[in-house]
């Protein structure tokens, strides 16, 4: 591998349980190269979002722990650190709900973001432009509140208050949900773009998984817990089960719910 594939993030062999029974992770890993779009694919319930603050340790504040396994990042364990231990090493997670702070404006929601830096207003103000150039509707909306804007918005806001951290890696949780097919694009289109032009790292969850595979290099697809399946994009794109149970489409053509709602008694890796 050459330096910029070397795994910026690696998961390793993880268990979640929640309130000391409940098993949600049995075994998950996965690796993240610097500088890459990985796409964590499956179904509501399969672990995707569990991952991701198992990755960002925001488990405990909801009685989840990682009880096997380890996560490193940049070589260095981490999952014992605090969540804002890791923020400070530039890992920022976008919550799935678009969570803003409603009272107050796109702005100083914006400004949240920088709350732990230390390097100045100017430098400050010159990332909030930043954040402009890449989001122009935002500066439009720069003085409403946030609870009036719309959901495209609002999503809009969550990852340009991550960016305002600085990150290194972003964690994404559900971008699409509940978002028009255009914005979706939209949203997808900016991270493609923070990807190529800031270098930022991302690992995000997605049901959309025909809108996630066209933007992601690689991808791995969760089924209750675990990872069942993982390849390149494009491979993940052409494999007929793929294209059979995530996206609808079979050596038939398009397909139904109905049709492949009981998917699970055929999938070859699930035999």
Known sequence: MTAATLPILSVNNIEVIYD????????VSLTV????IVALLGANGAGKTTTLKAISNLLRAERGDVTKGGIEYKGERVDRLSPNELVRKGVIQVMEGRHCFG?????????????????????????LEMVYG???????RRRSQAGYTSGGEQQMTAIGRALMARPTTILLDEPSMGLAPQLVEEIFEIVRKLNEEKKVTFLLAE????VALR???????LENGRVVMEGSAATLR?????KE???????SGRKSYREVKHYKRRKRWLA
């Open 20 to 27: 000391h029974v409940i098993l949600v992770l049995k075994g």
């Open 33 to 36: 190269p610097s500088g890459g």
């Open 103 to 127: 009272h107050l404006t796109v702005e100083e929601n914006l400004l949240t973001g920088a709350y732990t830096r230390k390097d100045g207003q100017a430098a400050v103000r010159a990332d």
């Open 134 to 140: 890449y989001f122009p509707r935002l500066k439009e």
């Open 207 to 210: 049901q959309n998984t025909n």
């Open 215 to 221: 933007y992601a290099h690689h991808g791995y697809i």
């Open 238 to 242: 052409e494999n007929e089960d793929v």
């Open 245 to 251: 149970f995530y996206l609808g489409l079979s050596a």
